[in-house]
């Protein structure tokens, strides 16, 4: 059986849903603690499949006993593993979190690259990783897609695309500018309102925009 394919929206349709994102989330930030670069690409790593929550719950320790990439390069893996054990894959978190402060100390001096070309070489770090940081930390006019933006991307008849890169490619030309903002925008729609599960539809300000509106009413 063919899968009905979505009614793509319109040049007007676009402008419409951007102008209606950067009116609800006029200040939105990500959800992680985090006070240097550092810190952040640590947290972004973690919260590959983990929820932001769980990450705050883990990093003041992680923090605490690696505060620079100089003491991660250097610790041991079983320690590691014991201060992220509560987070998803910690087995290969915790190689990869090394990995990447070895690799901070032997070609980046110990400072973590704003770069996204370069970070995308650091262990653990791919092009999603490395976009939300540059998002985070520099305001890049970038567009990250996790699995809320992708979900609402698809909802909202932003993109049709099979893949994360390929949506992050659309949406990025569709939005052009304020993609840092839409971004983080679309991250808390899909978190707390256009949820995977029981999304709440009854007075949602996309409710005009959404192709599968009808689907979530009983």
Do not use: W
């Not at 893949?163 to 729609?189: G, P, S």
């Not at 978190?191 to 007075?203: H, L, W």
């Amino acid at each position: 059986m063919a899968t009905k394919k979505i009614k793509l929206a319109t040049k007007k349709e676009i402008e419409e849903i951007k102008a209606l994102f950067l009116e609800h989330y006029p200040d939105s930030l990500t959800e992680l603690n985090y006070n240097n670069i550092y810190e952040l690409l640590v947290a972004v790593m973690l919260s590959a499949q983990c929820t932001d929550k769980r990450v705050n719950i883990i990093t003041p320790s992680l923090f605490e006993a690696y505060p620079t990439p100089i003491e991660l390069a250097n610790a041991n893996l079983d320690d590691v593993k014991l201060y992220i054990k509560s987070c998803s894959f910690f087995n290969n978190k915790a190689k990869n979190l090394i990995k990447m402060a070895q690799s901070v100390i032997e070609n980046y001096n110990g400072e973590i690259p704003q770069d996204t070309k370069e970070l995308v070489k650091l262990a653990g770090v791919g092009q999603k990783t490395a976009n939300v940081v540059m998002i985070e930390y520099r305001g890049a006019n970038l567009m990250a897609v996790d699995t809320h933006v992708f979900r609402v991307a698809h909802r909202l008849g932003l993109s049709d695309d099979k893949t994360a890169i390929k949506t992050e490619e659309t949406l990025t030309k569709k939005f052009k500018t304020d993609l840092h903002r839409l971004h983080q925008a679309m991250v808390l729609f899909g978190r707390y309102k256009c949820k995977a599960v029981k999304p709440e539809c009854d007075g949602c300000f996309m409710e005009k925009y959404c192709r599968t509106s009808e689907t979530f009413k009983v």
